[in-house]
């Protein structure tokens, strides 16, 4: 049965301005035009375009991979040109294309987003990113599509001496974009509540926000007021947000041993607000990879975005029962 160019897109994971443009620029169209307007794509159409697909997502030019997507199921070629083998290699006397994103066994919508991504189709990756919060949540979206495609493209980068860089950044970006428009605004409190909100700061020196910003929006997800400080925060700066907050949690992140500071953890942990007799002191969480090691035996660290809203979910509920001291 003929699909919509709408129903295409989202089986291929490209946006349906990707497949118009395709269609004006290098003849890949559907065979079906219904009333002479509307796009009706047949599963020959179907099988050209997926040919075109893995073809641009492992680096080929796209009218190369137009020509030789057409060549590989039998449709008809236009024009002239280098000729492109099926596999994504050029015919002999060409250079190899770079190989497809290292994504393994994942969630099909990584494969969508990986290969918008690597086109710099940004409509494409908004749109791809939006379905998977609005499909699954935050949390889920987050470690199950988000992480393995940031993840599959910094290995690329780091294996193909510097190339991608302009892929990670984009997909960065969106994500970013994607995780902020997703978060519900704070709301207004007309009760006076003991709990304070929690604070989510990357340590000094620490510039990697986005595991932070995904934690934000899934708190904001489940209610919990939040105040978020992003990237590198000075330590005299967080410590005095604490004293005027009196947050139920702080959240500290640290992507790198080098920046990740016990000394800093504990002294935001023992840092005290409130009159004598009643005085309180917040739950200090320590998130990312520059915290593994003994030195952070003792403190709290969740290993996932779904262990910390649950610990964070606690600790707010906790103090505002009056149950912490």
């Known amino acids: 049965m003929p699909l919509t160019t709408g129903a295409l897109a989202r089986r291929l994971g490209v946006s349906p301005t990707t497949l118009r443009s395709w269609d004006r620029r290098y003849g890949i169209g559907p065979a079906v035009r219904a009333d002479g307007r509307h796009r009706r794509w047949t599963p020959e159409d179907v099988a050209v375009l997926e040919a075109m697909c893995r073809l641009t997502s492992s ?3 796209p009218a190369e991979a137009a020509r030789a997507a057409k060549e590989a199921t039998g449709s008809p070629v236009r024009g002239a040109g280098v000729a492109v083998r099926p596999d994504g290699g050029r015919a002999r006397g060409g250079s190899r294309a770079a190989g497809a994103l290292p994504l393994g066994d994942v969630r099909q919508e990584c494969r969508g987003l990986a290969r918008a991504a690597v086109r710099l189709d940004a409509p494409a990756v908004e749109e791809q990113l939006a379905l998977s919060v609005e499909r699954y949540g935050v949390a889920v979206a987050w470690q199950e599509v988000m992480v393995p495609t940031l993840h599959a493209v910094g290995r690329k980068w780091e294996s193909s001496g510097d190339r991608y860089v302009e892929v990670e950044h984009l997909l960065s970006w969106h994500v970013s974009t994607t995780l902020r428009r997703y978060t519900p605004p704070p709301e207004r409190r007309t009760d006076v509540s003991p709990a ?9 020196g620490e510039q990697h926000t986005l595991p932070i910003e995904a934690l934000n929006a899934g708190l904001a ?3 919990l007021p939040t105040r978020m400080f992003g990237a590198a925060v000075p330590a005299e700066a ?16 640290a992507q790198a041993r080098s920046t990740a500071s016990l000394a800093l953890a504990r002294h935001v942990a023992d840092t005290r607000w409130g009159v004598k007799g009643a005085r309180r002191q917040p739950l200090v969480v320590l998130g990312g990879p520059g915290w593994s090691g003994s030195s952070a035996r003792g403190m709290t660290r969740p290993t996932t975005l779904d262990e910390a809203v649950e610990i964070l979910t606690g600790a707010h509920g906790a103090e505002a029962s009056g149950e912490r001291p």
């Open 238 to 253: 967080l410590t005095a947000a604490v004293r005027r907050l009196g947050p139920s949690a702080v959240v500290l992140w």
């Open 196 to 204: 304070g909100p929690v604070v989510l700061a990357c340590v000094p």
């Open 59 to 61: 680096g080929v030019p």
């Open 221 to 223: 997800e489940v209610g």
